[in-house]
């Protein structure tokens, strides 16, 4: 099984700020794809095939990353990024998840 | 509009079963791979079941293999998971999600909260 290590588990970034969020895999795999879930809600597609945005998803983000490193960057965080971001592969089975890194707001 | 509405959640004690149900619309059920994925209190996704178009494959790991069924009825556009055995590392929220290229969930249930408890 493939593990996704996160980091950081959690960050606080001022509105304006850029932050980027890193998962590592135990492996190499082809594609990261990336999940943003707000308190309360259900996880939604973010990010897919390492660097496409899914639809509706804001321009200042971005993906990037290859083999065993991959990471989620915000150009510019606003309030309304502040939540959970979970990457995940399936490179191989079982489909697996990295632990989350919680963005809040500073 | 792509909906999935998860239903059957509830209190259950050790051992016993429960089965959720998952109404999808807004997309042709019969032509997308469908899947279960949870999250216990407080913690991160854990991926459950995947099930083929026709239903005639399914995946599980290993932490739920010869416990849960995962199955489908596309006439209903219904997606399916039979738990039995239930254990109490088994209480999470669990989300109905359907697949793309069989390999990312693209849209997410609300979730169902099952407890397992004496």
Redesign the interface.
Known sequence: EIVLTQSPTTIAASPGEKVTITCRASSSVS?M?W?QQKSGA????WI?DTSKL?SGVPNRFSGSGSGTSYSLTINTMETEDAATY?C?Q?SS????????TKLELK | EVQLVESGGGLVQPGRSLKLSCAASGFTFSNYYMAWVRQAPKK????VATISTSGSRT?Y?DSVKGRFTISRDNAKSSLYLQMNSLKSEDTATY?CARQ?W??????????VMVTVSS
């Open positions: 594609y794809y999940y259900s996880p939604k597609l897919y899914a979970y995940q399936w089975t079982p489909p697996t998840f990295g632990g989350g | 991160g996704l854990e991926w995946y790991p989300y793309r069989e390999t990312l969930f693209d849209y997410w249930g609300q979730g």
